[in-house]
């Protein structure tokens, strides 16, 4: 089973870059499908970005395409999620999670676990 731990949130400008990081604890980190979600208050989780288990393909909400990097190191076991050109619609929770699929899911239901999650807040 494996343990998932963000980092890299915090308060940035908008027009500002953050680096989200998840680390992952329990074996076979590349044997998961990895995705990053982000979540407000009163709504419901969104999916932002999911690598596959190899890190050879990638998927993107739309929102984040051109924005947004999800890179993952599986020799560290570690996947990350740059951010840049950060807007006030951004700001939220976000949570990385394990899939063990074998595609790109982008869906909540995909995945059985999940990180504590991390803020991001942007000002405008």
């Known amino acids: 089973q494996v343990q998932l731990a963000e980092s890299g949130g915090g308060l940035v400008q908008a027009g500002g870059s953050l680096r989200l990081s998840c680390a992952a604890s329990g074996p076979t980190f590349s044997g998961y499908a990895m995705g990053w979600f982000r979540q407000v208050p009163g709504k419901e989780r969104k999916f932002v970005a999911a690598i596959n288990r190899s890190g050879g393909s990638t998927s993107y909400e739309d929102s984040a395409k051109g924005r947004f990097t999800i890179s993952r190191d599986n020799a560290k076991n570690t996947v990350n999620l740059q951010m840049n050109s950060l807007k006030s619609e951004d700001t939220a929770v976000y949570y990385c999670?394990?899939?063990?699929?074998?595609?790109?899911?982008?869906?909540?239901?995909?995945?059985?676990?999940w990180g504590q999650g991390t803020q991001v807040t942007v000002s405008s």
């Open positions: 999670a394990a899939s063990r699929s074998f595609g790109i899911p982008t869906t909540t239901r995909n995945y059985g676990y």
